[in-house]
């Protein structure tokens, strides 16, 4: 479960994140939808020890991430906005690499690594060299790695951002299967239908402050609107700033 | 620590397929400045002797006049040519590197008794020319010392009269200080080689790892920042600690095909100065590495850490250029300034001369304590937030 109370956060005069308070429970998908420069990124880096709030805390299952940031990154799995990888090196390697600085023993690590391929359907890939991956296969390799260790908690900033059609559906149906083991998923997005068809609860986010949190149902409710793009217009009270 | 092992071994791994570094790394760094190095003194040294030992070729105007300067200059050594026709657009187009005149008036003020003038026609800003410019002057000296000692032996007078003062030289340089001098350079190359092996890793594990956008996920992992700086940094002087010892090596190697003999000096290369250099530089590796890991993480793209680092490496040369603008007697602080002391510390080594062991262990402790400075320093700059942050 992910806590976020009152977080606040500012570069110089610009105030990114101006008091963010949401809860994502375990078992549940939480969305956090905003238009772009609406603070989900900053408030995601919060979320894994990244960036320090100015205010507000962090609570991982529990963990205060401002008194033990590494042990609320061992509970969080993180896709972040920046997701390279080392091009020298096969996704197996990119893969093992953080197990291994996750501390897992190589049993362990064989079998995570094994039941991910399986997962993420990536064994023609595994060994190959990540030079010249597609967009898709760097984003399956690169959620491979974060969930490596298993995580209560997962973090996905804009995760189907650059797939294509297939890979979309496939990012999707992961997703819906990690809610299905009974983790906490958050992930961001400004696409409407995916987090229409996929969340159960949306926390919307504009200029750097919570602006709705509810189920996309009771959003559509709240508003009158026929749609949950509507409704988003409505909430966050303009069109600009709706790139998607 | 297990997190800073396995940070290590991946930068390691990761960079010995990257073929561009390997080259820099076990051929580039190591290779090519001890190698170069010998090149340069081997030829220079070789072309000195070749010049001292052949005949020296002079353009004489006017041999006719003087046949008996001519007569000695030729068993002196000298081979008589024809001059061309305008002496002075000869040398000053360097057609040739001197003309010797003899005037019309030679025989008749040298039997009158009257100074006899020649004409020696160089240019002095010619390198080239100065040897046997220096040369013949000599030649043309012993002759007139050796005619006027005559002349006077001849009117009854002792030649010794002439001359109340005598100076005899006493070189006090050993052979090996003799060759040292020459070898200012080398300190310097060794330097350099840890620079250019450690270079590409200072960049690809920092503003590299930003550039491609996989700092921020590593970032994410459970493990301190100082675990994961701490692997970087023993990657990097792993590399630049590898050139360095193929480069000790190498120019052991290289450096006994140097004609250091015939300058009748000698070079101490054996196991001593091998591992001696090697333990001095130890503490400049490291902290060469962590100014580099520095200087590449304020940059924001690897092109941008290559400017940084190509700037830093103008470092090294400081001293090197200072000793030789300055040639300052050695005193015991500078063996306290890192760089300056590896540079003396060296050259002291090769030239065989002793170092104290309170010298030694000066330069090893204050190198060391600069190393550990820069790295606790490279350490806060790696705990910001801003470092972190890929766009």
């Known amino acids: 479960m992910i806590e976020v109370r ?4 500012a570069f110089g005069e610009v105030r ?3 008091g963010v308070s949401f809860v994502a429970r375990d078992g549940e998908i939480t969305g956090l939808l905003g238009p772009n420069g609406a603070g989900k990124t900053t408030t995601l880096r919060m979320l894994y020890t990244l960036m320090r709030p100015d205010r507000g805390n962090v609570l991982v299952d529990g963990i205060d991430a401002a008194v033990d940031p590494a042990g609320v ?14 091009k020298r090196m096969s996704a197996r390697e990119n893969i093992d690499y953080f197990a291994r600085l996750h501390g897992l023993d190589p049993a362990t690590r064989t079998s995570c690594i094994d039941a991910l391929v399986r997962a993420l359907d990536m064994a023609d890939i595994i060994d190959r060299r990540a030079e010249g991956f597609s967009q898709g296969q760097r984003v399956k390799t690169a959620i491979a790695r974060a969930l490596v260790h298993d995580p209560r908690n997962v973090i996905l900033d804009e995760p189907t951002n650059g797939l294509d059609v297939m890979a979309t559906r496939a990012m999707r149906a992961f997703m819906l299967r990690l809610k299905q083991e009974g983790r906490c998923v958050l992930f961001s997005s400004h696409i409407m239908q995916e987090v229409g068809a996929l969340c159960d609860r949306v926390v919307v ?4 402050r919570v602006v709705a949190n509810a189920a996309p149902d009771a959003l559509r409710a709240q508003t009158g609107a026929a749609t949950l793009e509507d409704a988003f217009v409505k909430i966050i009270g303009s069109e600009e700033g709706l790139a998607a | 620590m297990k997190a800073a092992l396995t940070v290590f071994w991946k930068e390691v791994r990761e960079n010995l397929r990257d073929r561009r570094t390997v080259i820099n790394t076990l051929l580039t760094g190591p290779l090519m400045a001890p190698l170069m190095f010998v090149l340069i003194i081997n030829a220079a040294v070789t072309r000195e002797f070749d010049k001292a030992d052949k005949a020296l070729p002079v353009p004489v105007a006017g041999a006719a006049n003087a046949p008996n300067l001519i007569a000695a200059l030729r068993r002196a050594g000298v081979e008589i040519r024809d001059a061309p026709a305008d002496p002075e657009r000869a040398v000053r187009e360097q057609e040739v590197d001197l003309v010797l005149r003899i005037p019309a008036g030679y025989a008749a003020a040298w039997n009158a008794g009257d100074p006899a003038q020649v004409e020696l026609v160089y240019d002095q800003s010619q390198r080239d020319a100065q040897g046997p410019v220096a040369r013949l002057r000599g030649l043309l000296d012993a002759y007139a010392a050796q005619n006027g000692a005559m002349r006077l032996v001849a009117r009854g007078i002792a030649p010794a009269l002439t001359r109340p003062l005598v100076v005899a030289e006493r070189d006090q340089s050993t052979a090996q200080a003799r060759s040292g001098t020459l070898f200012g350079m080398l300190p310097y190359f060794f330097i350099l080689g840890v620079f250019i092996g450690g270079m590409a890793l200072a960049i690809d594990t920092t503003a590299g790892e930003r550039e491609r956008q996989s700092l921020e996920p590593l970032l994410a992992n459970p493990v301190s920042r100082g675990g994961l700086l701490a692997g970087k940094l023993g990657a990097t002087s792993a590399f630049a600690l590898t050139t360095l010892l193929l480069g000790i090596t190498a120019f052991s190697i290289a450096g006994r095909f140097l004609p250091t003999h015939k300058l009748g000096m000698s070079l101490e290369l054996g196991l001593h100065f091998a591992a001696l250099t090697l333990l001095v530089m130890l503490p400049l590796v490291v902290l060469l590495a962590s100014l580099q890991t520095l200087a590449a993480a304020f940059a924001k793209s690897f092109r941008e850490a290559q ?3 190509s700037l830093l490496m103008f470092v090294p040369a400081i001293p090197t250029l200072l000793l030789s603008l ?3 007697k050695t005193q015991d602080w500078m063996y306290a300034v890192p760089l300056m002391g590896q540079q003396v510390t060296i050259m002291r080594l090769l030239r065989g001369d002793p170092i104290a062991p309170y010298q030694f262990g000066l330069c090893f402790a204050a190198t060391a304590l600069a190393a550990l400075l820069a790295c606790l320093v490279t350490a806060w700059v ?7 942050i890929s766009a």
Request: no cysteine.
């Open chain 1, 6 to 9: 009152d977080l606040h956060k």
């Open chain 1, 16 to 18: 990114a994140v101006d």
């Open chain 1, 73 to 86: 990154r061992r509970r969080l799995g993180v896709l972040p906005d920046a997701r390279g990888l080392y």
């Open chain 1, 205 to 208: 986010v504009a200029r750097g």
């Open chain 2, 307 to 309: 400017t940084y680092l």
């Open chain 2, 326 to 328: 300055y040639p300052l």
């Open chain 2, 382 to 388: 790696y705990r910001s937030e801003r470092l972190a």
